[in-house]
């Protein structure tokens, strides 16, 4: 695997581990605001909140958008290329929010 991919699904593990629950270092969300339940630059320090455990749940991938706060800039970068994995996520992530809304 190449250090891009290796270094990719390391931040994808970690993502994973905040929504379980799991005492990682402090991580930003990125992604689009969820009524209800977050919104873009959220950090959380000490796990996620339950309702957005139960998002990434329905949805994992939220869990790209959720990154240790050291990687702020390059994810805002690569969320300037729409062809980067951190878009296409942010897109999915969108449109899950204008179909199902924040109650549902």
Do not use: F, H, W
């Not at 970690?14 to 919104?39: D, E």
């Not at 873009?40 to 309702?51: A, M, R, S, V």
């Amino acid at each position: 695997m190449s250090e891009k991919k290796n270094a990719e699904k390391k931040q994808d593990e970690t993502a994973l581990k905040q929504a379980a629950g799991g005492k990682q270092s402090a991580v930003i969300y990125m992604g689009p605001a969820i009524a209800g339940v977050t919104v873009q630059g959220t950090i959380y320090k000490n796990g996620l909140t339950p309702q957005m455990q139960k998002k990434v749940q329905e949805l994992p991938a939220m869990s790209r958008l959720l990154v240790p706060v050291e990687q702020t800039a390059k994810v805002r970068k690569e969320l300037r290329d729409p062809q980067s994995a951190v878009s296409v996520c942010y897109q999915k992530t969108a449109e899950y929010v204008s179909q199902k809304g924040a109650d549902r």
